[in-house]
């Protein structure tokens, strides 16, 4: 089918691959010039009467749900000379199932910005009465992976629903015991396996499966037959994180989140997306609290009365005080350039956000406390680097210290009642004859937007001001 034209529009250029409702092709739209992908169905599926039937009122639904999360629907039709035929978005990056498989297990801190993303548009999309059925990390695209632009896209929105759960009694309708066309037996819940009517709550059981793998590198029922596989989701408890040898990568209070969304009665998971995304937030939230208890320095301050975040009680002081530059002694640091934007989120959920972005970007973080973290930046691994300076630098002899001090203060207002929370970034150089350099004050804008555009990739970060 190579060089065909679909819809008089759509060029197929070459075969991407195939599945249980069809051929799947990257195509080139003829008049905008831009890269698509169109799926072409099987003869025998799209003539089935009650696919037809439910042809035109999914993919209107869909045509209409859009999300930045989500990949979008552009066209559609049974009755092309060329075959029956779905035109979407063409994502260029790489799907979850083979970054896993490259990876062997995320961290937390990584799956948890995922699944932000994820449940987000899984919220948008229950919120239309819109379920997906086939959740699974092949059908879950990441973009810029290994990048602080990591994003994530969800394929395929609706289209298990075309076929319905009669398939699964259809031998016609399966490639393999292994790629069910209305749900893979891996990732499919209970009532979904059984042919029961399934809500919103079953795309949030496949959300289990996906976090469990993710975090302990196996699936909860890996190496049996598929209808051993479709039993176990029914009726077996997924066996414990510590048994796979995960138990010191997800702390229980992850597991617990995990375990909640593969409850076997939809009843007793999670109400909404959303909740499993704040869910998992705070549980992680809460464990990199008390690690960072546990391993807080004992050494004495000299300064007890220059950090009064670094216990619970100073810190609400400070979220109450009327006047919160006091809480830091180095407001007015001339070497800074100073950064503010503001978010709506819990401080224990920026910080982890935070740490993500730091991680990312090869950051180390040298000390952290309520309210406060300092970063070091540059060196080996990291994506910034200090411009240098000095009459030997064009030589490579030059000054070697091009490490920049990074510092996020975290501060919720006193009369805040909606959650907003500022966060101010200080930047100092390496040394001090930098300050007016304009690379380096083009760096540390550079800084400062890339933190922001990590964030609001995940947040809703709507301000922001340069104050130095």
């Known amino acids: 089918m190579v060089g ?12 991407l691959g195939e599945g249980g409702m069809g051929r799947v092709y990257l195509a080139r739209q003829t008049d905008l010039g831009r890269q698509v992908v169109v799926k072409v169905m099987h003869d025998h599926i799209a003539c089935d009467p009650k696919f037809r039937e439910r042809f035109s009122r999914e993919m209107l639904a869909m045509a209409r749900f859009q999300h930045p999360y989500a990949v979008t629907l552009y066209d559609a039709s049974l009755n092309d000379p060329q075959g029956p035929c779905i035109v979407m978005e063409y994502i260029k990056g790489e799907s979850l199932d083979n970054l896993l498989a490259s990876e062997g297990r995320l961290s937390c801190g990584r799956v948890a910005r995922l699944l932000h993303m994820l449940c987000e548009v899984l919220q948008g999309a229950h919120a239309e009465s819109i379920i997906h059925r086939d959740l699974k990390p092949a059908n879950l695209m990441i973009v810029d992976a290994n990048t602080p632009y990591e994003i994530l896209k969800v394929m395929d929105f609706g289209l298990a629903k075309l076929l319905g759960s009669e398939a699964l009694a259809n031998p016609r309708l399966s490639v393999s015991n292994n790629d069910f066309a209305v749900g893979t037996p891996g990732y499919m819940c209970p009532e979904q396996a059984r042919g029961d009517d399934m809500d919103h709550r ?32 029914a009726v077996e408890p997924p066996p414990a994180f510590s048994l796979l040898g995960a138990g010191q990568v997800a702390p229980p209070a992850i597991e617990n989140v995990v375990q909640w969304c593969l409850a076997k009665d939809p009843a ?39 950090y009064p975040g670094a216990n619970r009680q100073a810190a609400q002081a400070a979220k109450n005080a009327p006047a919160p530059p006091e809480v830091f002694a180095e407001d007015h640091d001339p070497l800074a350039t100073v950064h503010r934007l503001d978010a709506w989120m819990p401080e224990t959920i920026a910080s982890y956000k935070l740490r993500g972005f730091i991680h990312d970007v090869g950051g180390e973080v040298v000390e952290s406390v309520p309210g406060r973290i300092r970063v070091r930046l540059g060196g080996k691994g990291s994506v910034y680097e200090a411009p240098q300076r000095g009459s030997l630098s064009w030589l490579g002899i030059g000054r070697k210290t091009n490490r920049i001090d990074m510092e996020l203060r975290l501060q919720r207002a006193a009369d805040s009642r909606d959650g907003q929370l500022r966060i101010t970034v200080l930047l100092r150089p390496p040394n001090a004859s930098l300050c007016l350099d304009p690379a380096w004050r083009q760096l540390c804008t550079q800084i400062f937007c890339d933190l922001r555009g990590y964030l609001m990739g995940q947040t809703g970060v709507v301000g922001s001001e340069t104050v130095g």
């Not at 679909?6 to 075969?15: H, M, N, P, T, V």
Request: proline content about 7%; charged content about 25%; overall charge negative.
């Open 4 to 15: 065909r034209v679909f819809l008089g529009r759509y060029e197929a250029i070459r075969l």
């Open 202 to 233: 079953g795309d949030l059981y496949s959300v289990g499966v996906i976090l469990y793998e993710l975090l302990t590198g196996q699936l909860p029922f890996a190496g049996k037959s598929t209808m051993d596989m479709l039993l176990a989701h």
């Open 268 to 306: 007793d998971r999670p109400n909404s997306a959303r909740d499993v995304s704040e869910c998992f937030e705070a549980a992680l939230a809460s464990c990199e609290e008390a690690e960072a208890s546990e391993y807080a320095p004992t050494r004495p301050n000299p300064r007890p009365d220059a």
